[in-house]
């Protein structure tokens, strides 16, 4: 069996954030790979291996376009603050002190309307394989991680539901198969958002070229982030620390 992962998701809308817009949201047309990394962490995760996105193929949606997806205006109300860990540790600490961060966009809340240009009507095959940080003596191997993933996703088993860039655009997702061809569609997208390392320093973000030919965009990061130093510590990021 191959030791990589296929798994189409499609939905009605999606945003996947470009951080070029500082205020409203505008989407990229295909998703970062750290968004396709965390739809796949939605159905299967573990701190033993990481997901390494290599391509992401845009093809059709039963009422999508043929060529790059149909974007759409959205007016929302968003929550400007963010919560401290140490505010979630003494709600733990003391449930009856939780206080919701209300988004009514009106008097008394923290929500602003913001406008977003997404995407509608988007389908796309995501491949994906396993990089193992702990085998754990040769007891954890890529196949292992591949047929769990496979027979969660053949069931619609997921630890979360999956999102396309924001979490009110839900996934739906299947295993793919041989129906799912890309589209005919060459577009050069410019810089995007690879991923964003958690290293000892902080937060570090990392881009690349996106390029889709023929509808499909390479991610493998051993060609698409041609600095070793930036693979490295996109490779090594890893959840168990």
Known sequence: MSLAVRLHVSGDFACFTSPASKVER????LPTPSAARNILDAILWKPEFRWIVTRIMLVRHPRGTAGL???????????QSTIAPGTVRQWMREPAAYQPLAAGAGQGTDGTPRMTTGLKNVAYVIEAYPHVFDSNGGENT???YVEMFERRAAKGQCFSRPYLGCREFAADFR???ETDVPLPVTENLGRMLY????TPHGRRPHF????????EM????????????VR???LACSYKR
């Open 26 to 29: 505008y989407s990229y047309p």
């Open 69 to 79: 997806p149909a974007t759409i205006p959205l007016k929302r109300n968003e929550v």
């Open 142 to 144: 890529p196949k292992k």
């Open 175 to 177: 295993l793919a198969n």
């Open 195 to 198: 991923d964003i390392a958690q």
């Open 208 to 215: 690349f070229e996106a390029k889709l030919v023929d509808g």
């Open 218 to 229: 390479l991610t493998d990061p051993k060609t698409v982030l041609l600095d070793e130093s």
């Open 232 to 234: 490295s510590e996109v």
